[in-house]
């Protein structure tokens, strides 16, 4: 049973498309983030949800627009993709309660941007 | 600017020797959590350090967090192969509604 899954797994797109990204967690959690991972690993933070409530939004351009249609998932769709925008894209999940803040991160989506 | 300074980026050990990570926050903490993260995975809860001063221990990795709750550390004795990976800390400030604050990571490698 997987607890955050995403798809796709990998995207393969030319510049200036638009791409959507999906996230789904049975894990029964409130809150979910999308983070965006570039090539030195380095884990940014891009957005967070609670009970389908934006409560974070980073300093994103506003091409990346995520949508959280249920407590379930969250989805991030970019448009006009650039060359910078290829990184792996990870979904996490947790619950908002002292105690139980751990994130369960997704396998992630390599997007790579030619 | 990075809310959460963590050292050193890059950790190369031959298998056997120890190896230790640093991670360093300007503001008090609430808690902080470690990742790691194997090669071509996503990162994985590993624990979370609540109290000032608190020492947790999984077999050989020790976990510290500091009196003033502004530091912390992860210690692995006798490093093998399969700890490969990038090790982070995540400290959260406020509520269990505040973002976490990602350390770079540390990326071990272990050489056999």
């Known amino acids: 049973d997987t607890a955050v899954s995403q798809t796709p797994k990998y995207l393969v797109t030319q510049m200036g498309n638009d791409k959507s990204i999906k996230c789904e967690q049975n894990l029964g959690h409130d809150t979910m983030y999308w983070y965006k991972q570039d090539s030195k690993k380095f884990l940014k933070i891009m957005f967070s949800?609670?009970?389908?409530?934006?409560?974070i939004n980073e300093t994103v351009p506003n091409r990346f627009s995520p949508k959280s249609p249920d407590k379930a998932h969250l989805n991030l769709h970019i448009n006009s993709l650039e060359l910078g925008d290829s990184a792996v894209y990870f979904c996490?999940?947790?619950?908002?309660?002292?105690?139980?803040?751990?994130?369960?991160f997704g396998p992630g989506t390599r997007l790579l941007v030619l | 600017g990075q809310q959460v300074m963590q050292i050193p980026q890059y950790q190369h050990v031959q298998e056997g020797e120890d190896f230790t990570t640093y991670c360093n926050s300007s503001t008090t903490l609430s808690n902080i959590q470690w990742y790691k993260q194997r090669p071509g995975g996503h990162p994985v809860f590993l624990i979370q350090l609540v109290k000032s001063g608190e020492v947790k221990k999984q077999k050989r990795l020790t976990f510290q967090f500091g009196e003033a709750k502004k530091n912390s550390s992860l210690h692995i004795t006798a490093t093998q192969t399969t700890d490969v990976g990038t090790y982070f800390c995540?400290?959260?400030?406020?509520?269990?509604?505040?973002?976490?604050?990602f350390g770079r990571g540390t990326q071990l490698t272990v050489w056999p």
């Open positions: 949800y609670n009970n389908k409530e934006l409560i």
């Open positions: 996490a999940s947790s619950q908002a309660l002292q105690g139980q803040e751990t994130q369960y």
């Open positions: 995540a400290g959260r400030r406020g509520s269990t509604l505040g973002r976490l604050y």
